[in-house]
């Protein structure tokens, strides 16, 4: 089992900054792509930055794509998603989650089920 635990999220303004960070406890060794994934009230969850636990570039949609950064602390277990530039599409609860399937290779194309393990979310808001 792998546990996840989010926070940093908050209400900011457009054009501000926030950093989400995700402790993950339990058996990490298990994981291979860790994600962070969004979702707004009465949409689906979506990702929006994923990263290998092997190493590579990190991938993002194209709607965060120059705005958040994806990075992970091994030492500590954390997976981190620095968010610049929020716009009020941002607006969501924000989930980490870890995959254990498929090697650590091409974590963006893996099904919302293949992420076996979810945090609680935390809320982020941004007014106009």
């Known amino acids: 089992q792998v546990q996840l635990a989010e926070s940093g999220g908050g209400s900011v303004q457009t054009g501000g900054s926030l950093r989400l960070s995700c402790a993950a406890s339990?058996?990490?060794?298990?994981?291979?792509?860790m994600g962070w994934f969004r979702q707004a009230p009465g949409k689906e969850r979506e990702g929006v930055a994923f990263i290998s636990t092997i190493g590579g570039r990190p991938y993002y949609v194209d709607s965060v794509k120059g705005r958040f950064t994806i990075s992970q602390d091994n030492a500590k277990n954390t997976l981190y998603l620095q968010m610049n530039s929020l716009e009020p599409e941002d607006t969501a609860m924000y989930y980490c989650a870890a995959g254990t399937v498929g090697g650590g290779y091409f974590c963006h194309r893996l099904a919302l089920g293949d992420y076996s393990y979810w945090g609680q979310g935390t809320q982020v808001t941004v007014s106009s």
């Open positions: 339990g058996a990490t060794y298990r994981t291979y792509c």
